[in-house]
């Protein structure tokens, strides 16, 4: 019986990774379109989302990055996306935002990101789509990446 049972738990284990790795797929392919990759698109989503972050604050709030972001940052500051706003009075804090053009980006990443999700909707009913959250969110119950989850309004 457990040997049934590691058979089956090994295969939702390759099932969830290759869905990641099929859905990475796509976005990236979709969002190439545009010059970004899935990780630049979800830096300008969320800065979208929330105005003003630090570093630090936005690399808490990432899924597609484990640590600091500020590689990915300076790639989007550098491609004048992104710009670094000085504190008026400590001139070391410093916030990110997105500039005109970083806006205009995003506002295209949207539309990318719509056209994925539909291919979700279209193959999943909305009551599958909460059920597969429901059983894979237990999974990950506990862990440090559910704070993420939550701050980005994906967690309850």
């Known amino acids: 019986m457990e040997e049934k049972q590691n058979v089956k738990a090994e295969a939702l284990r390759y099932i969830i990774l290759?869905?990641?790795?099929?859905?990475?797929?796509i976005l990236n392919d979709l969002l190439k379109s545009i010059g970004l990759t899935a990780?630049?698109?979800?830096?300008?989503?969320?800065?979208?989302?929330?105005?003003?972050?630090?570093?630090?604050?936005?690399?808490?709030?990432?899924?597609?990055?484990?640590g600091s972001p500020s590689r990915l940052v300076e790639r989007l500051?550098?491609?004048g996306l992104v710009e670094k706003i000085a504190h008026s009075k400590d001139s070391r804090y410093v916030?990110?935002?997105l500039t005109?053009?970083?806006?205009?980006?995003?506002?295209?990443?949207e539309n990318i990101e719509k056209q994925l999700y539909g291919q979700l909707n279209q193959a999943y009913s909305e009551e599958e789509l909460e059920l597969m959250c429901t059983l894979l969110g237990r999974f990950l119950?506990?862990?440090?990446?559910t704070e993420t989850l939550k701050k980005r309004g994906y967690w309850n």
């Open 18 to 25: 290759a869905v990641q790795r099929h859905g990475n797929r």
């Open 39 to 66: 990780s630049q698109a979800e830096v300008l989503r969320t800065l979208r989302d929330r105005k003003g972050l630090s570093l630090k604050e936005l690399g808490q709030l990432l899924i597609c990055e484990s």
């Open 77 to 79: 500051v550098r491609d």
């Open 95 to 97: 916030t990110l935002q």
């Open 100 to 109: 005109q053009t970083g806006k205009e980006k995003e506002h295209l990443v």
């Open 141 to 145: 119950k506990g862990q440090p990446i």
